[in-house]
């Protein structure tokens, strides 16, 4: 009777697909134990790993000197991974005493090699750890990887050039902060906050430079140095604002005004046309503004745009010397309706926190 049901090729092709479809199920369920037996057997040892190595990377922090487990070739990258996490949330001589293991355990030649190799992940490793080491023999791979096409990397071979060699480092970097325009604007902002002062300062050179020619890389510029809140005169903050016309370059100038010598920059664009600009007139004034300026303030509440209303009325309670009694007469004197309204909402706002 089944002879007879599988002599249809109909049923015959039905049985097949259906017994190949099973076989398939449980080739598929089988890679997949597998895959899970795997991974559970990498986690298994890497917690083995760590058990083993972390109390020594902790001891080494604080001074002492462990007895060193055998490290196999196999668990470098692994080592190196915990080692940086470490490196990441230390400063002074923790740092030291973790770059001294490193050395004792001799494999600066695997880092050399894996800043070459082909993976991508180890590159990575290879680059921050250098970087932390300061290791010379590394300077000509970084050079060579800062022209990396992957943003990652080029910017993690600039940060190692700046703790190995930062002198001759500046002909380098600087160029490709400025040409770089896929480096993210917060990575390359740290990296000037970690540099010397002497890059900095060549940095500025640069941005100083681009201002006067007017460059269309001012702007990315002018966003990386608003990370350092530098408070010191800076020269090209005159020009830009004396003499640019595009809002987001005068925007981002105003973000890097610090000292009150600059304040009658910042008033002379109190009634820019456009709002964003207004909305950083306003928040200079309450950070660095005056007496006089409460009446700049006051009329800034009076503008048609919401944005520009609410950061002159927050500047203006935020100011050390106004008080209760002030803001009353303020509020008496208010004319206008919505600037009367967004004053009340800046008081409330300033009461919640």
Same mark, same amino acid.
């Given at each position: 009777m089944v002879f007879a049901t599988l002599s249809d090729p109909k049923t015959r092709l039905?049985?097949w697909i259906g017994a190949i479809a099973l076989i398939l199920t449980i080739v598929l369920?089988?890679?997949?134990?597998?895959?899970?037996?795997?991974?559970?057997?990498?986690?298994?040892?890497?917690?083995?790993?760590?058990?083993?190595?972390?109390?020594?990377?902790?001891?080494?922090?604080?001074?002492?000197?462990?007895?060193?487990?055998?490290?196999?070739?196999?668990?470098? %990258? /692994?080592?190196? *991974?915990?080692?940086?996490?470490?490196?990441?949330?230390?400063?002074?001589?923790?740092? +030291?005493? $973790?770059? !001294?293991?490193?050395?004792?355990?001799?494999?600066?030649?695997?880092?050399?090699?894996?800043?070459?190799?082909?993976?991508?992940?180890?590159?990575?490793?290879?680059?921050?750890?250098?970087?932390?080491?300061?290791?010379?023999?590394?300077?000509?791979?970084?050079?060579?990887?800062?022209?990396?096409?992957?943003?990652?990397?080029?910017?993690?071979?600039?940060?190692?050039?700046?703790?190995?060699?930062?002198?001759?480092?500046?002909?380098?970097?600087?160029?490709?902060?400025?040409?770089?325009?896929?480096?993210?604007?917060?990575?390359?902002?740290?990296?000037?906050?970690?540099?010397?002062?002497?890059? %900095? /300062?060549?940095? *500025?050179?640069?941005?100083?430079?681009?201002?006067?020619?007017?460059?269309?890389?001012? +702007?990315? $510029?002018? !966003?990386?140095?608003?990370?350092?809140?530098l408070s010191r005169p800076l020269e090209f903050l005159r020009h830009i604002l004396e003499?640019?016309?595009?809002?987001?370059?005068?925007?981002?100038?105003?973000?890097?005004?610090?000292?009150?010598?600059?304040?009658?920059?910042?008033?002379?664009?109190?009634?820019?046309?456009?709002?964003?600009?207004?909305?950083?007139?306003?928040?200079?004034?309450?950070?660095?503004?005056?007496?006089?300026?409460?009446?700049?303030?006051?009329?800034?509440?009076?503008?048609?745009?919401?944005?520009?209303?609410?950061?002159?009325?927050?500047?203006?309670?935020?100011?050390?010397?106004?008080?209760?009694?002030?803001?009353?007469?303020?509020?008496?004197?208010?004319?206008?309706?919505?600037?009367?309204?967004?004053? $009340?909402?800046?008081?409330?706002?300033?009461?919640?926190?």
């Amino acid at each position: 009777m089944v002879f007879a049901t599988l002599s249809d090729p109909k049923t015959r092709l039905a049985f097949w697909i259906g017994a190949i479809a099973l076989i398939l199920t449980i080739v598929l369920l089988v890679e997949i134990i597998r895959i899970r037996m795997v991974l559970y057997a990498k986690k298994v040892r890497k917690n083995r790993f760590i058990h083993l190595w972390q109390p020594v990377l902790i001891k080494t922090i604080a001074g002492e000197t462990p007895k060193l487990p055998t490290l196999h070739a196999r668990d470098i %990258v /692994e080592l190196l *991974l915990l080692w940086l996490r470490f490196q990441n949330t230390l400063r002074g001589d923790s740092r +030291l005493h $973790l770059n !001294r293991l490193l050395t004792q355990l001799l494999i600066k030649p695997t880092l050399l090699k894996m800043l070459t190799g082909s993976k991508t992940d180890e590159r990575l490793i290879a680059l921050a750890t250098v970087g932390f080491l300061g290791t010379k023999e590394a300077r000509a791979d970084l050079v060579v990887a800062l022209n990396d096409p992957q943003p990652a990397i080029s910017v993690l071979a600039a940060h190692a050039l700046l703790s190995i060699n930062d002198s001759d480092s500046i002909s380098h970097v600087i160029p490709m902060m400025v040409g770089r325009r896929d480096w993210p604007i917060d990575r390359t902002a740290i990296m000037l906050k970690d540099a010397s002062p002497k890059f %900095v /300062e060549a940095f *500025l050179v640069e941005v100083e430079q681009a201002a006067i020619d007017n460059q269309p890389y001012l +702007l990315r $510029l002018l !966003r990386i140095l608003d990370v350092l809140q530098l408070s010191r005169p800076l020269e090209f903050l005159r020009h830009i604002l004396e003499n640019s016309n595009n809002p987001e370059l005068v925007t981002s100038t105003l973000k890097l005004v610090r000292l009150n010598s600059d304040l009658d920059l910042v008033r002379n664009r109190l009634n820019d046309e456009n709002w964003a600009v207004q909305v950083q007139v306003a928040a200079v004034l309450g950070r660095l503004g005056v007496s006089e300026d409460v009446p700049r303030l006051v009329s800034l509440m009076s503008s048609k745009d919401w944005w520009v209303r609410y950061r002159a009325a927050k500047s203006l309670v935020q100011l050390p010397f106004i008080n209760h009694a002030k803001i009353e007469v303020i509020k008496q004197n208010m004319n206008d309706a919505f600037g009367y309204d967004i004053l $009340l909402h800046a008081i409330a706002e300033q009461a919640e926190s």
